[in-house]
Nanobody, 126 residues
Framework: QVQLVESGGGLVQAGGSLRLSCAAS????????VGWFRQAPGEDRDFVVVIASSGFVTYYADSVKGRFKISRDSAKNTVYLQMNSLKPEDTAVYYC???????????????????WGQGTQVTVSS
């Protein structure tokens, strides 16, 4: 069982940057694709990006493409989300999760992911 802990959230002005971390426990973490989602108050949990277990293949939501970059460090059992050119609409709680083994690559549904972390708050002021 993999356990995930997100960190790195905070308050930033529009146009600023943050780097989120998703640290994992468990020796099998490197074999999982890992996704980031976000959830604003009163809204559904939305897909942001996913990275393959290899670290070489990624898939971004259109809303963050060109501004966010996902990466992973297998030696540190950590996945990172570098967020640049932040906008007020990026404000949300950000979660990481592992893609279920039976789920297809490119699936954006939260139900295709498991081992959710507790989330980290990102607030972008205008």
């Amino acid at each position: 069982q993999v356990q995930l802990v997100e960190s790195g959230g905070g308050l930033v002005q529009a146009g600023g940057s943050l780097r989120l971390s998703c640290a994992a426990s468990g020796r099998t973490f490197s074999s999982y694709a890992v996704g980031w989602f976000r959830q604003a108050p009163g809204e559904d949990r939305d897909f942001v990006v996913v990275i393959a277990s290899s670290g070489f293949v990624t898939y971004y939501a259109d809303s963050v493409k060109g501004r966010f970059k996902i990466s992973r460090d297998s030696a540190k059992n950590t996945v990172y989300l570098q967020m640049n050119s932040l906008k007020p609409e990026d404000t949300a709680v950000y979660y990481c999760a592992t893609l279920r083994a039976a789920a297809a690559w490119g699936t954006r549904a939260p139900t295709a992911f498991s081992s959710w972390g507790q989330g980290t708050q990102v607030t972008v002021s205008s």
